[in-house]
């Protein structure tokens, strides 16, 4: 797959798609390269390993690797393989270890992922061996911003603050909101879906369009808050939401009411209660327009490529590709540690009756991707092209001083998908980083724009 070809399966001026994006192998396998294997990716929250010695075991696309917390609080990152046979190191989720020992010979790695002991080393080996040769593979960067804990294989990266940009300005709704941050709680809620990785991300990204069609049956249940979103398929409200992109590929698709969050809750009283005390707080720290509009509302807050948290519905999640037709889905919920135990256990219950595995909404959604990622197996099918091209050229692009990013009232527009996929073609038609564009609002975003 050359550059030439990548630049032709997308037409960000007319919103046309190819739908070999979603299904041929050598596509997938340069994502791998290019995309996974140059961005920042999630790998883990901090309070999932506080301590020395503690380990998460996950993914950075198709690689699994192991995040280990080390002696001096640092993190680092390796790959979960063994650097004799290749078995994996560490089967466990997570847990704390001083060492990891393989299961197939018994070599074993110190929590710095160097080799540390090797059976029969003297009869088998003659002493031979330069354990130093052979210890495990590290990421090259791992950085943390607020407790989220993210990995890049690419040494030549742009710095994490660098790569998040102007998503910070929306992230810390979440992340420093109150004084003592944020914590995710529960366990890993993991499901394995049969669609291809960039069907959640494009719809959770900005497809307002979606909500009140395909979920019509939970929003008629929550439908006792007024949330700026209607049932059927009826325009809503546009001043109570913003689409907001152009910020180097991450977006949000945000509710402006401070409210709207907890729309989805049996009893959103406890919630509310909990917000209109801490209200002061969040204004006097973030400002009196993220504190009063956007804590406590819903945001759609994509991290390019593959991280989603939702401060107000109070999830975050990374989708795993597993091959062009297959993901790992895994979710958490999120509150703030000043929350009270019983608002907690209210978020995490609610949790996982609306997104999840067994989530309300989920299964709406998955069902509809499911389906569209199936049907591009047709040879005759996927010649058929596919369309983001809503509003396209209607000029509800602007810039807004008081939010970062290419604004656009309502959550039924469609650009933030646009910019999504501009960000796609421009990471995977890259050679390197010094290719890639940087741009966020719409003035850089239009001055950077390659076609
Ligand atoms: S594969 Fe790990 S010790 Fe042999
Ligand atoms: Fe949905």
Redesign the pocket.
């Known amino acids: 797959m050359n550059e030439l070809d990548i630049n032709h399966l997308i037409d960000n001026k007319t919103g046309r798609q190819s739908r070999l994006i979603f299904h041929e192998k050598q596509i997938y396998e340069l994502e791998q390269e290019r995309l996974f294997g140059r961005c920042w990716l999630f790998l883990a929250h901090d309070c999932q390993l506080p301590e020395p010695g503690d380990y998460f075991r996950t993914f950075m696309g198709e690689d699994e690797v192991l995040v280990i917390r080390q002696k001096d609080k640092s993190i680092n990152a390796f790959l979960n393989t063994c650097t004799h046979r290749g078995n994996r190191i560490c089967k466990a989720d997570q847990g704390n270890a001083r060492s990891f020992v393989c299961s197939y010979h018994g070599w074993s790695f110190g929590a710095d992922g160097s080799l540390v002991g090797v059976p029969l080393e003297e009869e088998a080996y003659h002493n031979q061996l330069d354990k130093s040769k052979f210890g495990l593979r590290k990421v090259a960067r791992v950085a943390s911003y607020k407790g989220l804990i993210f990995g890049n294989f690419d040494p030549e990266a742009p710095s994490l603050e660098d790569y998040l940009g102007d998503i910070k300005w929306y992230l810390d709704v979440w992340l420093d909101a109150m004084p003592e941050g944020s914590e995710l709680i529960g366990t890993t809620q993991k499901i394995e879906y049969a669609v291809n990785w960039k069907m959640p991300v494009e ?1 959770v990204c900005g497809d307002g369009y ?2 009140g069609w ?2 019509a049956g939970v929003m008629t249940v929550a439908a006792s808050m007024n949330v700026g979103l209607s049932v059927g398929n009826t325009d809503m409200d546009a001043s109570l939401g913003a689409s907001i992109t152009g910020m180097n590929g991450h977006s949000v698709l945000a509710i402006l009411d401070g409210y709207a969050g907890y729309a989805f809750y049996p009893d959103p009283s406890r919630a509310i209660s909990y917000l209109d005390t801490n209200r002061h707080t969040a204004i006097d720290r973030l400002g009196e327009f993220r504190g009063r509009n956007l804590w406590g509302a819903n945001q759609n807050i994509t991290i390019f490529p593959n991280l989603q948290i939702l401060p107000g519905l109070n999830w975050l999640r990374v989708y795993h590709p597993r091959g062009p037709g297959k993901i790992e889905m895994w979710t958490w919920a999120m509150v703030e540690k000043e929350m009270p135990d019983d608002l907690k256990q209210m978020i995490l219950d609610n949790v996982c009756r609306t997104f999840g595995g067994a989530g309300m ?1 989920d299964n ?2 998955g069902d509809n991707f499911v389906a569209s990622t199936r049907l591009n197996q047709g040879w005759q099918t996927r010649q058929q092209d596919v369309y983001w091209n809503m509003a396209v050229d209607m000029g509800k692009e602007h810039s807004r001083p008081e939010m970062p990013g290419v604004v656009s009232e309502g959550l039924v527009c469609e650009q933030n998908q646009r910019y999504f996929y501009r960000r796609w073609q421009e990471v995977m038609s890259a050679q390197s980083w010094a290719d890639i564009p940087n741009y966020n609002g719409l003035e850089e975003a239009r001055a950077t724009e390659q076609r």
């Open positions: 719809n979606h909500a395909a979920h909404f709406d959604d």
